[in-house]
């Protein structure tokens, strides 16, 4: 039995050893704590500074502009070409052709639209009228296209296509429904015929006729139903506009209709 006491006495020198141990950490007393160290700021390398700097200088600088992207410029128009169309009209009004006048002067005649056509009549002798196209064409070189018929008064009449009219003259292409055609300039010093024929091309009377006059050039021709029936030379107008007009002989009362006046380039 004895020999167990050495164990119980070491048994109770480690338990109050314990106790003392727990008593000193509890009262603060012969054990100070020790100071946490200090974390360690690591140091800047080379590359890292050289980088800071960059990045502050960039900063500084004033930002470079973005340029915007210009849209493309539309294509020019080309500039029109022969047989191309500058004028057309089917008269739906008179917008275009407020120049109307009568030689010698008078009030006696009309001009107005009537179902779509340029309805000309003049009341008076040997009087002729004339209607202008007040826009300018931008073209020295035309032909004039249109229908022409007589549909009141005598058949002794001119039915005329107008080219290069400016304050100074124009040239004039006329057709009478004997079958007679006369290209005309005037000027200063009043009608000058520059070339005249017959042809068997003019439908004679009241019938219908398809006129093509074209200054080209000092060259002037007239068509009569898509046939050449007189050309000649002329250089004293050298652009203008264009016009149409009716004209009466001896016997008054001529009625003409023109329709479907196209202006073009020559080809």
Not at 40 to 60: D, G, K, N, S, Y
Not at 113 to 130: E, F, N, P
Not at 161 to 186: A, P, Q
């Amino acid at each position: 039995m004895n020999a167990n006491k050495p164990n119980r006495w070491l048994a109770a020198l480690l338990a109050l050893a314990l106790a003392t141990l727990a008593c000193g950490a509890l009262s603060g007393g012969g054990g100070a704590t020790e100071t946490p160290p200090k974390p360690r700021v690591p140091t800047q390398t080379a590359q890292a500074a050289a980088l800071t700097a960059e990045a502050e200088a960039t900063a500084t600088k004033a930002p470079r502009p973005t340029q915007t992207p210009q849209p493309a410029l539309p294509s020019p128009t080309p500039p029109p070409g022969p047989g191309d169309i500058v004028y057309f009209t089917d008269f739906d009004d008179l917008d275009d052709w407020t120049t109307i006048f009568a030689l010698p002067e008078t009030d006696h005649y009309t001009a107005e639209i009537q179902q779509g056509k340029l309805y000309i009549q003049v009341d008076d002798r040997s009087t002729t009228i004339y209607a202008f196209h007040d826009l300018d064409l931008g073209q020295p070189d035309v032909q004039i296209d249109a229908d022409v018929e007589t549909v009141a008064g005598p058949n002794r009449n001119n039915i005329s296509l107008i080219c290069r009219v400016t304050g100074d003259g124009w040239y004039e292409f006329s057709m009478n429904s004997g079958g007679h055609w006369v290209i005309w300039r005037y000027d200063d010093s009043g009608f000058t015929i520059l070339k005249e024929g017959d042809s068997t091309a003019i439908n004679l009377q009241k019938a219908k006729n398809h006129l093509t006059a074209i200054c080209q050039g000092d060259t002037l021709t007239l068509y009569v139903n898509d046939e050449e029936v007189g050309s000649t030379s002329d250089g004293k107008f050298t652009e203008g506009q264009v016009g149409v007009s009716v004209a009466t002989f001896n016997i008054q009362g001529a009625g003409v209709e023109f329709d479907n006046v196209i202006v073009s380039i020559p080809k």
